[in-house]
């Protein structure tokens, strides 16, 4: 597993990757949360549950990452860790799990850009070559 970066002109580009649909999710969800703190300074003390579905992958992946956004106004967290599972029912995606954190303290976690929501900008949920790629635009 893993996460990147790539340019953008204004904002963030961020992909993660991983050996299941599932982890590309989480890396990415770790990346975005990168960029806004240090995410060896935030421990998952505490867990929030998310749910989120859509049509289609693309679209489940931005609710995904929006959702975690929401979170983080309404629960005044941060989260490092994420375990999710992702499941086909009739013609919808549904992604359930967990995001582990803890509530934001500037002090010790160094905050550094606000994440405002992810975009539908150069989306695009694949498997290649046995890994898992997602990836957007991320508005900062």
Do not use: P
Request: aromatic share 10%; proline share 0%.
């Amino acid at each position: 597993m893993v996460y990147k970066y790539f340019e953008h002109q204004a904002d963030v580009g961020i992909i993660g990757v991983g050996k299941t649909l599932e982890e590309s999710f989480q890396e990415a969800a770790r990346a975005m949360f990168q960029i806004m703190a240090s995410l060896n300074s935030i421990e998952g003390k505490k867990s929030v549950s998310i749910s989120v579905k859509s049509e289609d992958l693309e679209g489940l992946f931005i609710e995904w990452l929006n959702e975690l956004i929401a979170q983080v106004g309404l629960k005044n967290m941060l989260f490092s860790r994420f375990d999710i599972k992702i499941e086909k029912k009739q013609d919808k995606y549904i992604l359930k799990g967990k995001a582990y954190g803890e509530k934001i303290n500037s002090e010790k976690h160094k905050l550094k850009t606000e994440v405002k929501a992810a975009s539908y900008s150069q989306l695009k949920v694949k498997k290649e070559n046995n890994k898992y790629t997602a990836r957007c635009v991320v508005d900062v």
